[in-house]
């Protein structure tokens, strides 16, 4: 099982980063993706989640409405489209798979619940 993450950057707040998330090693399809991310200092939190069989979607507060989730099956890749950035949106990005098969995202988004991290994209947001 391997999560590779990419398409981070440095960006001024206000602008926009699309991340991608690809995925090998197991059925895309079976399993449900989530984001996270981690601030210099800070614990890993939960940012969204997919889930590849239906594309259901969960997302936490701070994000809401500004960044968007979205899967491509056929390419076993998930994206994280960022808009609206601002500092406080500055971390290492990570995905990672959520532990059981064929479940879809777990509420809440439990870190410990998911398994096979990435090394990570790093997001910087300047103002």
């Known amino acids: 099982v391997q999560l590779v993450e990419s398409g981070g950057g440095s960006v001024q707040a206000g602008g926009s980063l699309r991340l991608s998330c690809a995925a090998s090693?197991?059925?895309?399809?079976?399993?449900?993706i989530g984001w996270f991310r981690q601030a210099p200092g800070k614990e890993r939190e939960a940012v969204s989640c997919i889930s590849n069989s239906d594309g259901s979607t969960v997302y936490v507060d701070s994000v809401k409405g500004r960044f968007t989730i979205s899967s491509d099956n056929a390419k076993n890749t998930v994206y994280l489209q960022m808009l609206s950035l601002n500092p406080e949106d500055t971390a290492v990005y990570y995905c990672?798979?959520?532990?059981?098969?064929?479940?879809?995202?777990?509420?809440?988004?439990?870190?410990?619940?998911?398994?096979?991290w990435g090394q990570g994209t790093q997001v910087t947001v300047s103002s």
């Open positions: 990672a798979r959520y532990y059981y098969r064929d479940y879809d995202c777990p509420l809440p988004l439990v870190r410990s619940l998911f398994e096979s």
């Open positions: 090693g197991f059925t895309f399809e079976d399993y449900a």
